[in-house]
């Protein structure tokens, strides 16, 4: 039913009006178009294309983020060309790479170890034993210009120890799953060296 807040083609309404007109705002303007049904084919690629949207939502959903992943992706997210949020980079990443028959393995639960003036301990946990690796920087658009390798020390623990840091310094971290088919990235960490 259209809700309007003054009479029929006046000031403004909105919804569906006995299956023949659709009153809408749409960027900012009052219009009206023809109630249209939506085609639904229910192609083969169709189902194939809703089968990877559910893998990336299970995913997501599936996993135990904790604060600094959220952030992590919401702050990849704000990199990005257009609008998007932390959940839609990561969808964005599963389904690339199911679309080339890859599997994502997630990446979570980043900890800070140890931090020093020169040297910082991370860790990361992952779903299976992939070669994980370890990209940063200090600015958040260039953060694969490092590159370290980490070290499996427990099943799904990786620890990465950076060193060769500048003193008070934040730097821009994230980490990526490099082992053949298997791929899986992260967000955008940040943490800060102490003072010399």
Not at 8 to 15: C, E, I, V
Not at 146 to 155: C, K, P, W
Request: proline content about 2%; glycine content about 6%; aromatic content about 12%.
């Amino acid at each position: 039913m259209a809700k309007m807040t003054a009479p029929l083609l006046g000031f403004s309404a909105s919804g569906k009006l006995a299956d023949t007109l659709v009153y809408m705002t749409w960027k900012g303007l009052k219009t009206v178009r023809q109630y249209v049904i939506p085609a639904n084919p229910n192609t083969e690629k169709q189902q194939t294309q809703r089968g990877f949207m559910t893998s990336a939502n299970t995913a997501w959903h599936s996993v135990a983020w904790n604060a600094a992943d959220l952030t992590a992706w919401n702050l990849r997210a704000s990199l990005q060309a257009v609008v998007m949020s932390g959940f839609n980079v990561f969808v964005k990443l599963v389904l690339a790479a199911l679309k080339v028959a890859n599997t994502f393995g997630v990446l979570w639960k980043y900890i800070e170890g140890a931090l020093t003036s020169t040297t910082a301990v991370l860790y990361v946990w992952d779903l299976v034993d992939n070669t994980t690796k370890c990209y940063y920087s200090t600015n958040k658009r260039t953060i694969e210009q490092n590159e370290l390798a980490g070290t499996r020390e427990e099943i799904g623990r990786w620890t990465f120890n950076l060193a060769d840091l500048s003193p008070s310094t934040v730097y821009y971290v994230k980490f990526k799953n490099t082992a053949g088919v298997d791929v899986g990235e992260t967000g955008i960490y940040t943490f800060e060296t102490a003072a010399a």
